[in-house]
């Protein structure tokens, strides 16, 4: 039974999830771009999708930050962030989940966000200015990108999200988890690290598998 447990528990550790542009496999890419150079050593992302990852009208999945006008800079950089994570990351394993889309078999739910990442998101983020609560479903795509429902009201995130727990929870239909826990507590993901030293969330990982 032992080893059992200890061949699921490694089923979910240094892993890629089974979605549109991941590798099969998380290895070494020298090469990534910009905010996503944090995974260079072991990533599931490739160099090219590193590179769209930073771009507002990116090929990964039409998708256009600046649906109700430009989103601030300072902003923006927590949504690459996030996309670097999802897209980058070997170390989703214990919340990766089956997805029902055309476009990925699998998902991440509930990742438990260290509250620094989280608030930090939601701070640099609250006058920035959106029509939807669940940016997963719902939009207008008829011109090939997101558009805004009809009738939906552009407001400031401070408004559609009013708490950080509400920003990190909603707008991916549940794939982060607001959590108490802080960086470097070993029981959160880190969006942002420090890559000249080790990836925190090897151990997070570890942890919950």
Sequence with gaps: AAAAVMVTRDSLLNVCMDAKHHKTEPGPEGQLYGQCVLWKDNACCTA??????????????????????????????????????????????PWIDQADTSWRKERIRDVPLCQEDCEQWW????????CKVNWHKGWNWT???????????????????????A??????????????????S??????????AQENPNIAVAQYYA
């Excluded at 959160?188 to 690290?193: D, K, R």
């Design 167 to 184: 920003l990190c929870e909603q707008i991916w239909s549940g794939s982060y988890r607001y959590t108490s826990h802080h960086r470097g």
């Design 123 to 130: 701070e640099d983020c609250q006058d920035a200015v959106t």
């Design 48 to 93: 090219n999708t590193s590179v769209e990852a930073h771009q507002d009208q990116s090929y990964l999945y039409n998708f256009n930050w600046d649906h109700c006008g430009v989103m601030p800079e300072k902003c923006k950089r927590h949504f690459i962030q996030d996309t670097c994570l999802y897209e980058c990351s070997p170390n989703l394993g």
């Design 143 to 165: 011109t090939g990108t997101n558009q805004c429902p009809r009738g939906a009201m552009c407001q400031k995130f401070k408004f559609v999200f009013p708490t950080a727990a």
């Design 186 to 195: 070993g029981r959160c993901i880190q969006m942002w690290f420090d890559p």
